[in-house]
């Protein structure tokens, strides 16, 4: 089952609103993240794949544009090992 990310931004002061309206619509185990700073935006990762459809139609007073949504799967490390990380020095 894959994975949804669901960003938006929101309308010049309606980013609480917005979490709210997110908050009630999504499920447990769903991670809602909002901007430190910068443009108010919200972010959506629903490891049930359902957040397209459950945040398809947004108040149009909240939002300052079209969400967008992206699919994603995990990727299996197939020898079971962690990849080693290296930094130079």
Sequence with gaps: MPTTMWE????????EALITWVLIRVGAGTQVYRSVGGDPRLVVIDPSGCATGTLADPPPDMVAG???????E???NQSGQRPILTTKQ
């Design 66 to 72: 079209v969400p967008h949504a992206w699919d994603f």
């Design 74 to 76: 995990p990727v299996s």
């Design 8 to 15: 938006v931004r929101a309308a010049d002061g309606q980013l």
